[in-house]
């Protein structure tokens, strides 16, 4: 599967962005998906993550209530709405897919991840 994250940019805080991961392959649909950010001289650091089902997702307690992961399996899509955005969300974004051991697992360590995409920058101004 290949993965093409889209939809960074630079906004100011308070504002919103959606970004875009376009998967490849006819496995979308039997896996979980997540997204992961890394700002400059940090570690990268799990944001959300979406079941096979789409029905369980969690989240980083940084974006809880200003993020939401989706996803449209007929377009082999995922999603992360950003709200309310803050200068302290500036980072590359990635999202990450791998195989679902079961239609609502989720996972949240980018060590369980098999495949990423390559990145889409988000800036975030005061």
């Known amino acids: 599967v290949q993965l093409q994250a889209s939809g960074g940019g630079l906004v100011q805080a308070g504002g919103s962005l959606r970004l875009s991961c376009a998967a490849s392959g006819r496995t979308f649909s039997t896996s979980s998906m997540g997204w992961f950010r890394q700002a400059p001289g940090k570690e990268r650091e799990f944001v959300a993550s979406i079941s096979q089902s789409g029905y369980n997702s969690d989240y980083a307690d940084s974006v809880k209530g200003r993020f939401t992961i989706s996803r449209d399996s007929a377009k082999n899509t995922l999603y992360l709405q950003m709200n309310n955005l803050e200068p302290e969300d500036t980072a590359v974004y990635y999202c990450?897919?791998?195989?679902?051991?079961?239609?609502?697992?989720?996972?949240?360590?980018?060590?369980?991840?098999?495949?990423w995409g390559q990145g889409t920058q988000v800036t975030v101004s005061s």
């Open positions: 990450a897919g791998r195989t679902a051991y079961c239609r609502s697992c989720i996972y949240v360590r980018a060590d369980d991840y098999g495949y």
